[in-house]
């Protein structure tokens, strides 16, 4: 029996776009895009051979009815999109930060269980071939019991203080700025591979406090840099920075120390081929040498432009997973709890910046 194909609506065409080969590559048809600006959202259907161009995401549900509906919009709606989207009969791939708090996340997850149908974060950076490769390691025993970890995901698009503001500049839109664009991906990589975090504290600051949010009513109040110190359940330690306001700066890192050996993974975005990673790591004794990584990735995942190259090799393995989860009627993760987990983190790291101090991730 020939499988089924899927249709896809995707909301939000920044990241959004990058969904778009994504899905296609596996073999699903996206038929529709929903984007405020009109003139862009023509572009990018008639670019992808999308028949359906919306305004508003509420049509596009009504009138496209997709079998899979992506949500790239700004956290501020990923409820309410996910709500009326699982409760249409449609299976839902969020982005991250998954909403605006871990309250909001748990009504995404409760919706998804009611309807039946599959919901996952796009915790994409899991997805890269040397970090798929960091977390076999870990699983092996490779580093041990984690004496402490360290992660920094660095980048420049608002290093530039005459640099255009958008809306994860609003923390009324974004819930965060650099830690919910940028460190929850290390809070993810760092729970998939190591465990809870129980408390964290931070320190964060605005890059240029005279810039404004959209439409100039408000000052910008979304950190782009942001440092968090960490405690895990187990009782590891951690440390994260996060910018987006690092000139020169491209590049994403994580390494971890314990009782038995050391991996130290780096991204860097400005190498050939950077999709596939680096990744060195050092036993009981010795120094850190590298490890040999097998791509596995489609000779496509290098071809089209910085957003078609990430779709290609970081979300189309995960839409591979989430679609396998639609056939058998599994969950896959990273699922939707996962990403409440890591917006458990995200907001004892607000509570910290704003009554300061070690905070408790609740559970």
């Known amino acids: 029996m020939a499988r089924k194909k899927y249709s896809v609506g995707i909301v939000g065409l920044g990241f959004g776009r990058a969904h778009i080969p994504a899905f296609q590559a596996n073999g699903c048809e996206v038929v ?63 982005e991250k930060p998954l909403a605006m708090s871990a309250a909001e996340g748990r009504d995404m997850v409760e919706a998804a269980a009611r309807a039946q149908r599959v919901a996952m974060t796009c915790f994409n950076w899991r997805f890269i071939p040397a970090m798929q490769r960091f977390h076999a390691m870990v699983e092996e025993g490779g580093v041990g019991r984690l004496f402490h970890a360290a992660g920094r995901w660095l980048g420049a698009r608002w290093a530039d203080e005459a640099a255009a503001s958008t809306w994860r500049m609003d923390r009324a839109q974004a819930g965060h700025g650099a830690m919910g664009d940028m460190g929850v991906h290390l809070i993810d990589m760092v729970r998939w591979n190591f465990g809870e975090f129980a408390k964290v504290s931070a320190q964060a600051g605005v890059a240029y406090p005279s810039r404004s949010v959209p ?36 590049e994403a890192f994580l390494e971890a120390y314990g009782s038995q050996g050391s991996l130290v993974y780096r991204l860097d975005r400005e190498r050939p081929k950077w999709y ?22 489609p000779r496509s995942a290098g071809e089209g432009d910085p957003l078609e190259v990430t779709g290609k090799a970081t979300i189309a ?30 907001d004892a790291v607000l509570r910290s910046l704003t009554d300061g101090g070690w905070q408790r991730v609740e559970s």
Request: net charge neutral; glycine share 12%; proline share 5%.
């Open 317 to 346: 393995p995960l839409v591979k997973r989430f679609l396998e989860g639609i056939r058998k009627g599994e969950h896959p993760s990273p699922s939707l709890e996962d990403g409440v987990r890591a917006q458990l983190v995200l």
């Open 215 to 250: 439409g100039g009513g408000k000052p910008a109040d979304a950190e782009d840099f942001c440092s968090v110190m960490g405690e895990l359940a187990s009782g590891g330690q951690v440390t994260l920075s996060v910018s987006r306001a690092a000139r020169g700066a491209n």
């Open 276 to 297: 596939v990673g680096e990744l060195r790591a050092a036993g009981a004794s010795g120094t850190l040498q590298p490890v040999a990584i097998t791509a596995g990735l």
């Open 32 to 94: 529709a895009v929903c984007q405020r600006n009109q003139e862009t959202a023509r572009s990018v259907a008639a670019r992808y051979n999308v028949s359906g161009v919306f305004e508003r995401w509420e049509q596009m549900l009504e009138e496209a009815k997709p079998d899979i509906v992506v949500i790239a919009s700004p956290p501020s709606l990923h409820r309410e999109i996910a709500l009326r989207a699982l409760g249409q009969g449609a299976h839902v791939l969020c």
